[in-house]
């Protein structure tokens, strides 16, 4: 990698390789609000573009950690503005949206399903990360910030996506 031969094994690969999977699975989000009549007719075209906006940012961490692994630092980080942006964005939503009193089961519909999907594999990706800064302290704050809320906001779209769809969340009934 950049001339240097790292082992597959290195968990470098594992934090890269989590978050090229989140990615993927945001694209898959955002493919599918374009793709359904019901969802397109939902308006989720605010969704897509944030969807699009996570992207960007996830192409920024896998270079800033690749970089990271090379020795380097890259020009271009994943800064605290970012996590603040998203941050705005999930008050935002919970201004619309009930609140939360109990666990929601995923599945209310097909996209809030995809979204806590992607969700999950941001939580698996933020460990991945965490452990691999434990052993590198060049990992920027600011960067594992971001995944932390990360998938806080992927759980709000999912929620946002339900109310505009006219979804109905279920809880879990524990019997």
């Known amino acids: 990698m950049g001339g240097a031969k790292i082992s597959k094994d290195d968990p470098l690969f594992d934090v890269l390789g989590s978050l090229d999977e989140v990615n993927s699975l945001v694209g898959w989000c955002r ?24 992207q960007e940012t996830l192409f ?7 970089a990271i692994g090379m020795g380097q630092r890259m020009a271009v980080q994943v800064t605290k503005a970012k996590t603040q942006e998203i941050e705005k964005e999930i008050d935002a939503i919970d201004r619309i949206l009930p609140p939360i009193k109990n666990f929601i089961i995923p599945g209310a519909s097909e996209l809030s399903a995809r979204l806590d999907i992607a969700r999950a594999a941001a939580r698996n990706a933020e460990r991945m990360l ?6 590198r302290t060049t990992v920027s704050p600011d960067l594992i910030q971001y995944m932390n809320r990360l998938s806080s906001i992927l759980f709000a779209l999912a929620r946002l996506v339900n109310h505009r769809l006219k979804k109905t969340e279920s809880n879990p009934r524990y019997r």
Do not use: F, M, N
């Open 130 to 135: 965490v452990a691999y800064a434990s052993k």
């Open 60 to 66: 920024i961490a896998q270079a800033e950690i690749g």
């Open 31 to 54: 493919a599918s609000i374009s793709e359904k009549r019901e969802v397109k007719s939902a308006k989720l075209t605010d969704v897509s573009e944030k969807l699009l906006e996570i």
